[in-house]
C-alpha cells in the first residue's frame, strides 16, 4: 500500500516510512491511495477467531513487503499476549441493543494500549530491518505517554523519552510512567504546564538537526498505524453481533478523532456500519462542526474525562480529505483558514458527505455523572467518565433507531478516574491486582526546567541512535 499527503505537497510513501514519520513534510497527515476491501464472506469468516489473527489478518493489505503475514501475526500475538481478558476486547450487554466495548484490558487500562502495543513492536521491526535506532519523545498530560512507556519498552532498536507536568498528573497516572525499570525508559518531569512540555516537543520535532540526530519518531494519535490497529475492534465486535448479516451503529468517546475514524475506515473496508456517533465532553468542537458545518476551537474547558480535553482534533483531517473528493487545495485552504482566523467553514457538500456517516452529541459534566449513576442502577455495570459519555450518545441513538445495535466503545477501565465513580455511585473502582502491585514499585524520573536546550541536552546525552 502506498499513501498520500491530505495537503497535496508531498511524497508519496510506503507503509515503513509512514510508520516512522508520524505527520508529512506539508504539514499533512497520510491517508492510504485506497481503502482495502474485505469481502463479505472473509468478514463473516473472523468469527470465531482469536483477536491476533483476525488483526493480521485485517491489517496485512495496509502494510509493505517488508511485513510477510507469519511475521504480522507474530507481531500482534505478542501484542495481546499480556492483556488481561483473551477475548482482548469483550462486549458486555447493558440494556436493548445497547453494549460495551471493553477496551482497558490492556497495560495501562485504556483503548490507547491496544494501538501503542502493536505500533512499537512494528516500529522495532522495521529499524532492525535497516539497522536504525530511533527514539520517541512524548508529551503527556496522562494516558498516551503511560500507554507509550509500556509498548516501547524493552525494545532494542528504541529510547523512549516521555515529559509530564511536574506536579500536575494523577498518582497514578505518574506511577504508571515513573515504576517502569526497563533502561530504555526515560521520563521527564518538567517543571512547567501540560501545554509548555507540548510546546517544547513541537520545536523539537522541528530543529532539523536535533530530528535527524536522534532519529526523532512521533507516537501521537495522527499515526496512521494507530488507526488501523484500532479498525480490529470494529470488525470483531459487529461480526460478534451478527455482521456483515446486519448492520451496526457504533457510539464514540472522542478526543483527537483517531478511535471514531478507524470506525469509519472499517466501514470503508466493507463493514456494514449503520452510524457513527462522536460523543464529546464539554469540549465539544466536533459536535458543533458537525452541527453548524464550522469548525471553530475555543479553549479547552478541565472536565472528569480529561482524555477527551481537547481544542483540536488532528484526526478530522482525514475525514475532510475524503469528504472533499480528495483535493487537498480544500483541505490546505481549511487549515490555512483556520491558521488565519480561527476557524473554516466545511464546505456544503463535503458537510453533507460527513453528516450522511457521522452524527455530533455533546454529553455535558452533570449528564455524564447521571449516566455513571443510572448504568450502575439499571446494569449494576461500571462505565468509566469516557465511557459515559458514548453511552449516553448510544441511548439518544437507540431512542430513534431502536432496531439496530448500537456498540458504545470502553476506552478506559472505570479505576482509572476513582474520584469521578464515587460521586455518581458512592463506591471506589479497585485496580486489577496486578497493576497495583506494579505501581508500587520504586518511582524513577528526572525533573528539569522549562527550557529546550537543557531537555535536548537530556535526550541526546542518553538516546542510542546518538551514538552511532
Ligand atoms: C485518548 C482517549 C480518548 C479519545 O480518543 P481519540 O482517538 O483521541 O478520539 C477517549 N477516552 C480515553 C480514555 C482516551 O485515553
Known amino acids: 500500500m502506498r499513501y498520500l499527503s491530505t495537503r497535496g505537497e508531498a511524497a508519496q510513501l510506503g507503509f515503513d516510512e509512514v510508520l516512522l ?69 469483550p462486549l458486555v450487554q447493558i440494556a436493548d441493543n445497547l453494549f460495551v466495548l471493553e477496551l482497558f484490558h490492556g497495560p495501562t487500562l485504556a483503548f490507547k494500549d491496544l494501538a501503542m502495543q502493536l505500533l512499537g513492536r512494528m516500529m522495532n521491526h522495521v529499524l532492525e530491518k535497516r539497522n536504525l535506532r530511533a527514539t520517541i519523545v512524548g508529551a503527556t498530560s496522562g494516558d498516551t505517554g503511560a500507554a507509550a512507556i509500556e509498548a516501547f519498552k524493552g525494545l532494542d532498536r528504541v529510547d523512549v523519552f516521555i ?39 513541537k520545536r523539537l520535532f522541528r530543529a532539523a538537526d536535533f530530528r535527524s540526530r536522534v532519529g526523532l519518531a512521533g507516537v501521537n494519535s495522527i499515526n496512521w498505524a494507530r488507526v488501523v490497529a484500532q479498525t480490529v475492534y470494529y470488525f470483531t465486535s459487529a461480526v460478534a453481533l451478527g455482521a456483515p448479516h446486519r448492520h451496526i451503529s457504533f457510539a464514540v468517546p472522542t478526543g483527537n478523532f483517531g478511535d471514531v475514524l478507524a470506525g469509519y475506515v472499517a466501514k470503508h473496508m466493507g463493514l456494514p456500519v449503520e452510524r457513527l456517533i462522536v460523543a464529546t465532553n464539554a469540549n465539544d468542537i466536533l459536535a458543533r462542526a458537525l452541527a453548524s458545518g464550522r469548525y471553530e476551537p475555543r479553549g479547552v474547558t478541565p472536565t472528569q474525562s480529561p482524555s477527551m480535553d481537547i481544542q483540536l482534533s488532528s484526526n478530522f483531517e482525514r475525514l475532510l480529505f475524503d469528504a472533499c473528493a480528495r483535493d487537498p487545495a480544500v ?138
Do not use: C, W
Not at 469516557?386 to 439518544?396: D, K, M, P, S, W
Not at 479505576?415 to 508500587?440: T, Y
Open 21 to 89: 514519520a508520524g505527520l508529512a513534510a506539508d504539514g499533512g497527515l497520510y491517508a492510504p491511495l485506497a481503502y482495502p476491501h474485505i469481502a463479505p464472506s472473509d468478514i463473516a469468516a473472523l468469527a470465531g477467531l482469536p483477536y491476533a489473527e483476525a488483526a493480521a489478518r485485517l491489517i496485512a493489505p495496509y502494510l509493505s513487503d517488508s511485513f510477510p503475514l507469519e511475521i504480522l501475526r507474530e507481531e500482534t500475538e505478542a501484542a495481546y499476549a499480556a492483556f488481561r481478558h483473551r477475548a482482548i476486547a
Open 163 to 201: 515529559l509530564f507536568p511536574h506536579g500536575r498528573v494523577s498518582d497514578v497516572q505518574r506511577r504508571q510512567m515513573t515504576t517502569v525499570a526497563d533502561e530504555n525508559v526515560h521520563t521527564i518531569a518538567l517543571q512547567g504546564s501540560f501545554d509548555d512540555a507540548q510546546a517544547i516537543l
Open 331 to 468: 483541505v490546505r485552504a481549511a487549515f490555512a483558514s483556520l491558521d488565519q482566523s480561527g476557524a473554516f467553514e466545511i464546505p456544503a457538500p463535503a458537510l453533507a458527505a460527513i453528516r450522511a456517516e457521522f452524527e455530533g452529541q455533546a454529553v455535558g459534566e452533570a449528564e455524564t455523572t447521571e449516566e455513571i449513576a443510572r448504568t450502575y442502577r439499571e446494569a449494576g455495570y461500571v462505565l468509566d467518565p469516557h465511557t459515559a459519555t458514548g453511552v449516553r450518545a448510544a441511548r439518544g441513538r437507540l431512542a430513534r433507531d431502536p432496531a439496530t445495535p448500537v456498540v458504545a466503545l470502553s476506552t478506559a477501565h472505570p479505576a482509572k478516574f476513582p474520584d469521578a465513580i464515587e460521586r455518581a455511585i458512592g463506591l471506589r473502582a479497585k485496580l486489577p491486582e496486578n497493576i497495583a502491585a506494579q505501581l508500587d514499585a520504586p518511582e524513577r524520573f528526572t525533573i528539569l526546567e522549562n527550557n529546550d536546550a537543557q531537555i535536548a541536552a537530556f535526550i541526546a546525552e542518553r538516546a542510542r541512535a546518538a551514538r552511532n
